[in-house]
């Protein structure tokens, strides 16, 4: 099987390295500590071999190059983010697959929090790499796309199989957790969800990974859709228009 190796970099982020023991190949999924990836590879005894990008911002790929330099890794960006990503060698969008060694990973359009924002779905191996598009309980800030893309793009993620792990780019369910009790009251898995997310932080352990069936159940963001939050934050039965409202009171909550 694949093996993830998880570590904190900067003063948020998580860095994923993705590692195939057949073919020894190694992926950094973002690079947003090119020190910290190296020395976790290392560690580990693992070649890094491939980096595969989310989105343009710096805390996601400002670490290509010094990875590149030291380990002549090849770089996959997303086609929509390439005017704002240097030394990528290959671009990729909606449907393109990406491989370690022979393991697929098919690639999603999650465009909102940047304009070609992408995910990186191993379906055999049950993960979704999503950067900043989805957090547990949470979403990207929309900083370049529209609601309307947006939500197109949540919907794409609500769409994978349910015992998808999640492996989101940050450390800020805590956050989101405030907001979503405040968004979403009234549901019971989510205060279930709360008293777990206590318990793991107490322990210094991380919320992520996040199983996508208990997001689709507690997620406010992914719950746009549902008649209950469309009744409470004024959808009227349009999901788009509750997604937009979602976002618009979490930027100022």
Request: charged letters at 25%; glycine letters at 10%; proline letters at 5%.
């Amino acid at each position: 099987m694949l093996e993830v190796h998880q570590f904190p970099c900067l003063s948020d982020n998580y860095g994923y390295l993705l590692h195939d023991p057949d073919s020894e190949e190694t992926v950094c999924i973002d690079t947003p500590d090119a020190n910290e990836y190296l020395r976790q590879a290392g560690r580990k005894g693992w070649q890094i071999t491939q980096i595969w990008n989310t989105h343009w911002h710096p805390d996601h790929a400002g670490g290509n190059e010094a990875i590149k330099a030291v380990t002549g890794c090849q770089i996959t960006a997303p086609a929509g983010d390439a005017e704002k990503i240097e030394g990528a060698d290959r671009l990729v969008e909606q449907g393109d697959i990406v491989a370690i060694g022979d393991w697929q990973a098919g690639v999603i359009d999650v465009g909102g929090h940047t304009l070609g924002h992408i995910a990186y779905h191993v379906a055999g191996a049950t993960m979704a790499f999503v950067g900043d598009s989805l957090f547990a309980l949470g979403c990207g800030r929309m900083f370049e796309g529209t609601a309307p893309q947006f939500w197109d793009s949540l919907k794409r993620l609500k769409a994978l199989p349910p015992e998808t792990m999640i492996y989101c780019a940050h450390e800020y369910t805590e956050a989101n957790l405030r907001f979503a009790l405040h968004a979403d009251p009234d549901n019971a898995e989510l205060a279930a969800y709360a008293k777990d997310i206590a318990r793991w932080r107490e322990a210094g352990l991380p919320t992520v990974p996040a199983k996508l069936g208990r997001e689709l159940k507690t997620n406010p963001f992914l719950r746009a859709d549902d008649p209950d939050m469309e009744a409470r934050w004024g959808g009227g039965g349009d999901a788009v228009a509750t997604f937009a409202a979602l976002r618009a009171a979490k930027d100022n909550f």
